[in-house]
C-alpha cells in the first residue's frame, strides 16, 4: 500500500511545506540520506505554545508531536516529490519545552514514533532521543527533527 493511501484512510491531507524560518533549509540530502530540520509544533496555524508539567500534560504533548510528524511528512514531500521512496525512518530528535519535574518526554515524542510506524511499517521504527529543554522558539511545546532513508 502506498504512503498516500495509508495517509487517506486515515483521513489525512498533508499541508503545504513551510519555508525555513531563518538560515537554513528545511531538508538536506546527501547521498541517500535527507535530514529534515526540526519543525515547531502548531495549531491552527500558530506556534502550539505551552509548557508541559505546567500548561499542558503528556496527551497534549503527544497530540503535538504527531501534527509536527504530519508536518515533517510534508516537508519531506515537498523535497522528494514522492514519499513512497523513504526506504527507512532512521533517527527522530525530540525537545519538549517542560518544567524541570515532567519526565515523561519519552511519551509526548511517541505521538510522532506512533505515527511514522502507522504510516511506514516496519521502515518507521526509529532510533529516537527525547529531551526535555528550557524553551523552543517561539514559546512552541514540542520541536522535532528527523533522519530518513530513501531510494
Known amino acids: 500500500m ?9 483521513g489525512i491531507e498533508l499541508p503545504t511545506a513551510n519555508a525555513p524560518a531563518a538560515a537554513y533549509v528545511m531538508a538536506a540530502q546527501t547521498g541517500n540520506t535527507v535530514f529534515v530540520s526540526g519543525h515547531i509544533a502548531r495549531k491552527d496555524g500558530k506556534p502550539w505554545a505551552g509548557k508541559l508539567g505546567k500548561d499542558l500534560g503528556t ?3 503527544k497530540a503535538a508531536a504527531r501534527a509536527i510528524a504530519i508536518d515533517l511528512l510534508a516537508t519531506l514531500h ?3 516529490g514522492d514519499l513512497n521512496r523513504v526506504t527507512r525512518v532512521v ?3 525530540s525537545l519538549v519545552n517542560s518544567t524541570p519535574e515532567f519526565t515523561e518526554q519519552h511519551l509526548v515524542t511517541n505521538g510522532a514514533s506512533e505515527f511514522f510506524v502507522e504510516i511506514f511499517g516496519d521502515a518507521g521504527k526509529h532510533a529516537r532521543s ?3 529543554v528550557a524553551q523552543i522558539p517561539m514559546g512552541a511545546c ?3 527533527e528527523m533522519i530518513v532513508e530513501v531510494k
Not at 504512503?3 to 486515515?10: E, F, G, K, S
Open 91 to 93: 533517527k527522530v530528535m
Open 2 to 10: 502506498s504512503v498516500y493511501d495509508t495517509l487517506a484512510r486515515l
Open 59 to 61: 496527551e497534549d504533548g
Open 130 to 132: 527525547a529531551f526535555g
Open 142 to 144: 514540542v520541536e522535532i
Open 78 to 80: 515537498a523535497h522528494l
